[in-house]
Every structure is written in C-alpha cells, then in structure tokens.
C-alpha cells in the first residue's frame, strides 16, 4: 500500500464574548468571558488557554497561552470565564486586553492540563511572577484549610499585591521590583535560597519568567537536593520570545478571526 498522507486534524476552539472587563490592579485586568460555547467546555481554574488576538502590526491573529482564573457554570446564570492578563507593555495579548471592550469576539483553543496541588503534600510552595498569579490564585482556592503552604510571587510593587483566596492560610512574600524590569531580578531566586522547607514531603510548583525558573529548578535540584517529583516547573514568558509582530503557534492569516457579537 502506498504509505499515506498525515491527516491534518484542525483543534476545536471556543468562541465566547467578552462581558466585562476589570482593572484587578495598576497592571492587571479580568476579562470576564461568556457565551453558550462556554458551558460545554468543564473548565477547571488553573487550566490553560490558548487564546487568538490580533497582532495590530501583521494584521494576523496570534496565539498567547493564558490560565483559567475562575470558571462558573450554572443552570440560571449560564457560564462565565475569567483571565487576568498582566499588561506588561508591547505584545498582542497585552495591547488586546487593554483595549478589549464587552461585546467583542474571542476564540480560544482549551482548556488543557492536569496540575492539581498533590493531595498528600506535608507542604506547598508556590513561586512566579504576575503572570503565575492567576495559576497560583486557583491551586491556593484547591487546598483544605489545614495545608501548610508558602507562596513566592515577584510583582511590580506593592500596587500589584491581591487577597489569595480560598481557606488555606498560606503565608505570602512579596517581592517587589520597585522600577526594576521583569526578568531582570534575582529577587525570586534569592528568596527561595533562603526559605526554609518543613520537615517531610513537599511540592514545589514554579513559573514565570523562563531563564529565572530554569535557575530557581537548578538551585533546588543541585543546592537543596528537591527530589524531581516533588517539582512542577514551567516557563510562562521569555524576553526574546515571541517579537511583537511574528505569528507564534498562530494559526493562518484568513482562518481566525475575532470581531464583535452582534
Ligand atoms: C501555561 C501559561 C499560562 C499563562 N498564564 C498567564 C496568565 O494567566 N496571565 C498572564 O498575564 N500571562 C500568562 N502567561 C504568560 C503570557 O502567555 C506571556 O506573557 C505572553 O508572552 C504575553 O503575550 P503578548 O502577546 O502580550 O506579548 P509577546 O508578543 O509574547 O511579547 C512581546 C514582548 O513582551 C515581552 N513580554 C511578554 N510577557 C511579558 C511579561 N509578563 N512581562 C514583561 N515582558 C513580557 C516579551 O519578552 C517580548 O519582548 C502564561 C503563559 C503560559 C505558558
């Protein structure tokens, strides 16, 4: 048999509406998302998104990966999505959340992952910067109240600091950069270096900026001995990637297209 051509699968995606837009902090907005579409999707919060937005330069749409803040879906209110988009400065998902208005049309691919704090952890630490926020705001709602829990987060300044939810008290360090750039600080690599784990088995979940994450996964391997199981590394954004104006994971030019609801 003449070997045969790969079938081209196209991934479903979502398209919901944006119901209301908020300004969580100076540098953080909520998009509040809606739509029928959006009840069949079983969201968990701390999912990802892969979501389209137009590339003002190009013209083309652009995928950005984004995480789950919060996901309700009930029988009278109908279904509602949140994402908090950190408006760092120049890049399409940024420039698309500062200007999004209710009404306009979205198309996202997702969710996806499986991340759950383990539930038989002695301990958790979680550690980013503001784009871990919304992923570390969702696993903190996950954990029973007795769960001994430190949470590391790298902002901006003390503008960006938010209530963590859920019933867990978790104690939380702020680390602020105070005009330093992101991605330019030691900030989270210091503050790990000089946290003290208690005693048994812990679960360490990290993300953020890509370079400081890879550093803080070595620290903890090759200086505190962590064991790799009790890890979850993931890099969330890097200085050189994704230049404003280049398509990246982007689907074709003429196939996505995002407007407003009528
Ligand atoms: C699994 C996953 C989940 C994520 N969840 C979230 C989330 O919930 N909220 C959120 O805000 N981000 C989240 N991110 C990070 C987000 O995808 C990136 O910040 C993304 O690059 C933003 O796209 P952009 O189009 O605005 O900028 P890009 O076009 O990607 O980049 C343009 C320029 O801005 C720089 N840049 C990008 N992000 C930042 C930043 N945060 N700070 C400073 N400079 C930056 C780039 O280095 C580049 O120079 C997540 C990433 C991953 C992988």
Not at 216 to 244: M, S
Request: glycine share 8%; net charge positive.
């Amino acid at each position: 048999m003449p070997p045969q051509a790969p079938v081209r699968r196209r991934v479903a995606s979502t398209v919901a509406s944006v119901a209301a837009v908020n300004q969580v902090t100076p540098r953080m907005t909520r998009i509040r998302l809606c739509g029928d579409s959006l009840s069949r999707l079983a969201a968990v919060p701390g999912q990802t998104l892969k979501i389209y937005v137009p590339d003002l330069d190009s013209g083309c749409p652009v995928s950005r990966d984004y995480t789950v803040r919060d996901y309700r879906n009930s029988a009278t209110a109908g279904a509602r999505l949140d994402i908090d988009f950190v408006l760092h400065g120049d890049g399409p998902a940024a420039n698309w959340a500062r200007r999004a208005q209710p009404g306009e049309l979205v198309e996202f691919v997702g969710p996806s992952g499986r991340y759950r704090p383990d539930p038989h952890a002695d301990w958790h630490v979680f550690a980013g910067d503001e784009t871990a926020l919304p992923a570390i705001q969702a696993y903190l709602a996950m954990l029973p109240a007795h769960a001994r829990v430190a949470v590391y987060v790298e902002i901006a300044d003390a503008g960006e600091e938010q209530p963590m939810p859920g019933v867990a008290t978790p104690v939380v360090r702020w680390l602020h950069r105070d005009g330093r750039q992101p991605g330019t600080s030691t900030l989270l690599d210091d503050a790990i270096r000089a946290a003290q784990w208690p005693p048994g088995q812990g679960h360490i979940w990290l993300a953020g900026h890509t370079p400081t994450v890879r550093r803080i996964r070595a620290q903890l391997l090759n200086e505190r001995g962590i064991d790799r199981c009790a890890l979850y590394v993931k890099g969330f954004w890097d200085r050189q990637q994704h230049p404003a104006g280049s398509p990246a994971g982007g689907a074709p030019c003429a196939v996505r297209t995002v407007g407003r609801a009528r």
